[in-house]
């Protein structure tokens, strides 16, 4: 999963510190990503149209590969 970063508080005619422009920085290349993502989507869509149905994996199929990525990664066990 990706890190967000999170954006920092300016007041008006502040100019942000070194660790606010990082941040800023960090949350631009984050919504870029993002764009570009949906942007690429859209495109494929343009290009193909939806998928089949059969072609299609349902919201629950996605949501347990993403659980089971984040648990690998962050060695997270289970408690009953």
Same mark, same amino acid.
């Given at each position: *999963?990706?890190?967000?970063? $999170? *954006?920092?508080?300016?007041? #008006?005619?502040?100019? #942000? =510190? +070194? /660790?606010?422009?990082? @941040?800023? %920085?960090?949350?631009?290349?984050? /919504?870029?990503?993002? !764009? &570009? +993502?949906? @942007?690429?989507?859209? &495109?494929?869509? +343009? &290009?193909?149209?939806? #998928?089949?149905?059969?072609?299609? %994996? =349902?919201? @629950?199929?996605? %949501?347990? /590969?993403?659980? +089971?990525?984040?648990?690998?990664?962050?060695? $997270?066990?289970? $408690? !009953?």
């Amino acid at each position: *999963m990706p890190h967000h970063s $999170v *954006m920092p508080e300016l007041e #008006p005619g502040q100019r #942000p =510190t +070194a /660790e606010q422009a990082k @941040a800023l %920085r960090q949350a631009a290349a984050a /919504e870029r990503a993002r !764009a &570009e +993502a949906v @942007a690429a989507m859209l &495109e494929d869509l +343009a &290009e193909n149209g939806l #998928p089949q149905l059969d072609e299609c %994996r =349902t919201w @629950a199929e996605i %949501r347990e /590969e993403l659980w +089971a990525g984040y648990d690998a990664q962050h060695d $997270v066990g289970h $408690v !009953a």
